[in-house]
């Protein structure tokens, strides 16, 4: 008999809307845009990837310092995230996830190409662009901070509006086009 996965979820609503944030037993391993009801199949698709009969409990304590600090993180105060996360994806996908947290410190911003170079695969534009899309922990790996080489906004899992608010959260000084 398979033994069962336990994921834990907690919603907490900020100025985007509502962040979903799912944790396994080693930390938060995902945090998407939208409420748990809205993102439950992309949710049970992603953990059967990874999991063994993933089933999904709420618990807002376990995920408490999380949210606290996407709280501070809205209201400014907070630069850095100190709470325990896992990447879950491809070794390719965790390689760019890594350059991006490495590579673009809060206020600044990177090109896919810049990513590219970074992971020493100049040509792989495309694929950086790829996995970042994938990414599975929004604003923790900040692929918000990623823009097209020529400065404007392109492409983001949450929608353009919410990347250029991130932008202007981090970057209050700047103007970003669309």
Known sequence: ????????YDELETPLGP????????????ID????QELATHHNNWARQYFLCPKFVQDDELL????????????????????????YGTPFQQKVWKA????????????YKDIAKAIQAPKAIRAV???????????????????GTNGKLVGYNGGLEKKRKLLELEMPQMLFNF
């Open 64 to 87: 408490e310092s999380a949210m606290q600090e996407f709280h501070e993180y809205f209201q400014g105060a907070r630069h850095a995230f100190t709470f325990d996360y896992q990447l």
């Open 100 to 111: 991006l947290c490495e590579e673009i410190p809060y206020g600044e911003t990177r090109s």
């Open 129 to 147: 662009g790829g996995a970042v899309n994938r990414n599975p922990l929004s604003i923790i790996v900040p692929c918000h901070r990623v823009i």
């Open 1 to 8: 008999m398979a033994k069962r996965s336990f994921l834990y």
């Open 19 to 30: 962040i979903t944030f799912v944790a396994d037993k080693d930390g938060v391993c995902r």
């Open 33 to 36: 845009y939208g409420s748990y």
